[in-house]
């Protein structure tokens, strides 16, 4: 065998196995190009689900803030009635307290005015039986 009949037949293989890999690049590629598709795809389609659900939660978001701001008002509000119940249970406290007192002092000033009477009685029964 010649050289020159050596040198083709390398070149013929060479030649070859660049065809090989020219054609596995180009399956490779068309197959990215396919996945490229089908991702762009699936990300259309995600795109399109993902809008109503952003306004959706957009608008659950506003409506959560709009009821965190009421409940805080709310119980602001709540917070000032039982500030004054609580003043008004004090109050009434004071005044039993008084009243209960009271109640003491007029038992005592009802006796006091009991012994009195009974006194002027005795001594204008007294007198009467003086004169």
């Known amino acids: 065998m010649s050289s020159t009949a ?3 037949i390398a070149a013929l293989i ?4 660049f065809a090989g890999l020219a054609v596995a690049a180009i399956l490779t ?7 490229t598709q089908t991702a762009a795809e699936t990300l259309a ?14 608008a659950l978001l506003q409506e959560h803030r709009d009821l965190a701001r009421q409940a805080g008002r709310n ?3 709540v917070e000032g009635i039982t500030d004054t119940a609580k003043e008004v249970v004090a ?3 004071r005044l039993t307290n008084i009243l209960g007192s009271l109640g003491t002092v007029g038992k ?4 006091a005015q009991g012994v009195r009477r ?14």
């Open 14 to 17: 060479a030649s070859a196995a």
């Open 91 to 93: 109050r009434l406290a």
């Open 118 to 131: 009974g006194a002027e009685v005795f001594l204008a029964r007294l007198g009467r039986r003086r004169a």
């Open 75 to 77: 119980l602001r509000e």
């Open 29 to 35: 590629l068309l197959q990215l190009r396919r996945t």
């Open 6 to 8: 050596g040198l083709v």
């Open 108 to 111: 005592a000033l009802s006796l």
């Open 45 to 58: 389609a995600v795109e399109r689900e993902i809008r109503p659900l952003a306004a959706d939660v957009h």
